[in-house]
């Protein structure tokens, strides 16, 4: 059996990217080369890669099973070009919640880097969903998140600590009071982020336990759209402790008092055989998970 590591290579890409023709860019090859690389390693292992639907190509089962060996090898042979160093170094694609994507990472990875200057960051910013499905589909080699999560084939492990806060413009009637019971949580109107954020799923699941409810929400999937709409006057929002701080410090924001529990614990996202990674494991290790 004679494999190629331009086939491997473009199987794996073409996985992770879910597009023949993305991976054929990525890899600097014509989409003819790439499709005919493709065909010649399933005509080498004797079964198929990927079914075509139409224009698509989706990745089949048994395709599925061999791409973390496939990414392993390709790991493999790439840490050779670096024979005497750590094996910490080479492109590094995280994918980061929004709240630590904005006020986490860039410190964290600066350290890193500061420690490994080998390692190339690459951040990408996506939702808690988001972040799951990107190390699903192999695009990311770790991946850090805000909500809560499980997963049958990742590894989530806890990380750290981190506290939601319910604010308010500090013209707005609530603010003499300085706290919002569950009662008048209804008749607020609310600018919170989007489903699928480990935000959001913190205060509706917190809503949840207390009975409560609100009726009128503004969903935003960006951070600094929610402070200045509450600065606006719009209503009130729910965020990280995180995001807030400043505005707090500066007095353009106030925070309020409720009965909600808004702790949550972030977490490292993994693919399991990524762990053997010397660069993902690094990275663990020094995230002191």
């Known amino acids: 059996m004679n494999l190629s590591l ?7 890409a073409t996985a992770r990217l879910g597009r023949l023709t993305a991976a054929a860019d990525e890899q600097a090859l014509s989409q003819s080369a790439a499709s005919q690389a493709l065909k010649e390693l399933e005509s080498a292992l004797g079964y198929r890669l990927f079914s075509r639907n139409s224009r698509e190509l989706v990745i089949t089962d048994i395709g599925r099973d061999i791409l973390p060996r496939v990414r392993d090898i390709l790991i493999n042979v790439d840490s050779l070009k670096t024979p005497y160093s750590s094996g910490v170094s080479g492109p590094f694609r ?9 006020y986490l990472f860039p410190w964290l ?47 989530i492990i806890p990380w750290k600590g981190d506290q939601l806060q319910v604010f308010c413009n500090p013209a707005h009637p609530l603010a003499q009071s300085g706290r919002v019971n569950v009662e008048q949580m209804a ?3 609310w ?8 935000t959001r799923e913190v205060f509706d699941r917190a809503l949840q336990k207390v009975d409560g409810r609100v009726v ?12 200045q709409s509450v600065k606006a006057g719009l209503g ?8 807030i701080a400043e505005e707090l410090r500066r007095g353009e924001l106030m925070v309020l008092q409720t009965p909600l529990e808004l702790s949550r614990q ?3 996202v993994v693919q399991p055989e990524l762990c053997a990674s010397q660069l993902v494991q690094a990275f663990i290790d020094f995230l002191a998970v």
Request: glycine share 8%.
């Open 216 to 227: 009128t929400v503004m969903a935003l999937n960006r951070q600094e759209a929610i402070k």
């Open 109 to 155: 990875m600066a350290e890193f880097v500061e420690r490994f200057p080998q390692v190339e960051p690459d951040l990408q910013i996506a939702n808690t969903r988001g972040v799951i499905e990107r190390l699903e589909k192999g695009q990311a080699h770790i991946g850090l998140i805000e909500g809560p999560a499980s997963h049958a084939q990742l590894q």
């Open 191 to 198: 600018i919170l982020r989007e489903q699928g954020s480990g």
């Open 236 to 243: 009130l929002g729910c965020l990280s402790q995180l995001a």
């Open 94 to 102: 995280v994918a980061a919640s929004v709240t630590i994507a904005s």
């Open 266 to 268: 972030l977490s490292v």
């Open 187 to 189: 008749g607020q109107r």
């Open 6 to 12: 331009r086939q491997l290579r473009i199987f794996e």
